[in-house]
């Protein structure tokens, strides 16, 4: 940074500073580590602070200088993200503004089934003050006890539960916004039905911070569920995974809740790695489903529909075996096989990918992406996971055994050409679930058409003229 660079940045941190007080600042090298490095190693930035203020206000002022300044800040939530979205450009000309002290939940209107909180609250911390308030929060994922809910919302994230309640989008009824200027749009209202023009949420969410700073939302609750059954099956071919999804739709009037795809591949490598993971049938199967159903009913007769359909599918050749949790240690248990194959991956060389294509396309996609790599590399093993029942696929490429990683890993973008083509040609999303962030910035330009690209831009333009919210991330200017 050159001499007449560097004095608007030190004016611009010593009002930050001002502004936030030594609680809310952070800028010795060791403490700045956890806020620099993307969750999986993919990227590493560098920053001059991170800035942690404690109201909106705060943020508000903060923006506001960094606006004066032509400071750029890099939104961060819990840095869990997996598409580089929440870390800071290399040349450290920037400020991370961290939202972990703006934690409270504001309120829980019980009857209207919502619940207002800031943006640095913990998913499971959100979930928790909504069942002490008889209500269920449903979003759910593996990292509710890290992330946060601006960052979910910032994402769009999703889960185990989209299937029955929808995306954070879809969660969603009002956000508390500080744009780039420094003012504050407070749209936290909690109407179900709000027809007065534009939805000017729905900019922000999904934005990955690039618009504006979720600082706050009013969110939607639902009734708590009395009943829950959860099973594990074993299937002789994906579609015979897909034909039954739709039958369990129609079987448990729509109460299923989760609908998850496992391979034998992922069962493997969690045994091989994760110590607790249980082979939850008496014999292996090609893939497997973890179905969930529930209700608020304690009387909703669910285990007898759970059992209709079991006993249906088999007759029709859908399923070879299945095991009904008896207790929620079991119940637990066979969650944790669908979490240990996320873990098990770390242990060797994976090209990850989160797509999504239509539910009825699900199993043509994987049996076609699975044949189209196995081609190009001999000996990989493709591992084909995740929430089928919306048609999100987390398809992940662990290494021939024996290859060298780093050589593999260097194939990324070959293997993202396959998979993401096939996802093209099949109209679907080349991420489902994990945002755009760096890591796919360029990459959907090859996929959404020039308008889309174009009308992104100008929206980037009206909302961040600077360009100083998160640059570089989801849209290049």
């Not at 200088?65 to 979205?85: E, F, S, Y």
């Amino acid at each position: 940074m050159d001499s007449q660079s560097a004095a608007p940045v030190e004016r611009a941190l010593a009002e930050i500073k001002a502004v936030v007080g030594v609680k809310g600042w952070i800028e010795e090298k060791a403490a700045l580590e956890p806020y620099l490095v993307e969750s999986r190693g993919l990227y590493r930035g560098a920053t001059r602070a991170v800035v942690l203020p404690a109201e909106t206000a705060e943020v508000a002022a903060v923006v506001h200088i960094c606006a004066a300044h032509h400071l750029p800040i890099i939104p961060q939530g819990g840095n869990t993200g997996l598409v580089g979205g929440g870390v800071p450009p290399e040349d450290g000309r920037n400020i991370v503004l961290a939202l972990s002290r703006m934690n409270r939940v504001r309120q829980i209107d019980a009857l209207n089934f919502t619940v207002t909180a800031e943006a640095g609250c913990i998913l499971a911390d959100l979930q928790k003050a909504a069942e002490e308030k008889d209500r269920l929060f449903p979003l759910s994922r593996g990292a509710e006890g890290s992330c946060q809910i601006g960052g979910n919302l910032a994402t769009n994230a999703g889960g185990i539960a989209v299937l029955r309640y929808g995306n954070a989008r879809d969660l969603c009824l009002g956000l508390e916004v500080v744009l780039a200027t420094g003012e504050i749009w407070d749209g936290l209202r909690g109407l179900r039905k709000d027809n007065t023009g534009y939805d000017l949420k729905q900019l922000f969410i999904g934005g990955e911070g690039t618009l504006g700073i979720i600082t706050a939302a009013t969110l939607k609750l639902f009734p708590k569920p009395r009943a829950t059954e959860t099973a594990f099956l074993g299937l002789g071919r994906v579609e015979d995974a897909m034909a039954l999804f739709a039958e369990a739709r129609a079987a448990t009037a729509d109460q299923l809740t989760a609908f998850e795809l496992i391979p034998r591949a992922g069962v493997d490598l969690a045994l091989a790695h994760v110590p607790g993971t249980i082979d939850p049938l008496a014999s292996p199967y090609p893939w497997y489903v973890l179905l969930e159903v529930s209700s608020s009913e304690k009387g909703s007769g669910l285990l007898a529909l759970l059992e209709r359909l079991l006993e249906a599918s088999l007759a029709k050749g859908l399923l070879a075996d299945a095991v009904i949790a008896q207790s929620l240690a079991q119940r637990r248990d066979l969650w944790f096989v669908r979490e240990a194959i996320v873990e098990a991956q770390k242990y060797s060389g994976s090209i990850k990918h989160d797509v999504a294509v239509p539910v009825s396309r699900v199993a043509e996609f994987i049996t076609r992406a699975c044949r189209l790599v196995e081609e190009r590399l001999p000996g990989i093993r493709p591992i084909a996971f995740g929430h089928v029942g919306d048609g999100n696929i987390h398809l992940n490429l662990t290494e021939p055994q024996g290859y060298d990683r780093a050589f593999y890993l260097s194939r990324w973008q070959e293997f993202n050409d396959i998979v993401h083509s096939l996802v093209s040609d099949l109209d679907g999303s080349i991420s489902a679930e994990h945002g755009v962030g760096r890591l796919k910035r360029e990459e959907i330009t090859r996929y959404k058409s020039p308008v889309e690209i174009e009308l992104m831009r100008r929206v980037k333009r009206a909302l961040d003229p600077q360009g100083i919210m998160n640059p570089g991330k989801v849209v290049a200017l």
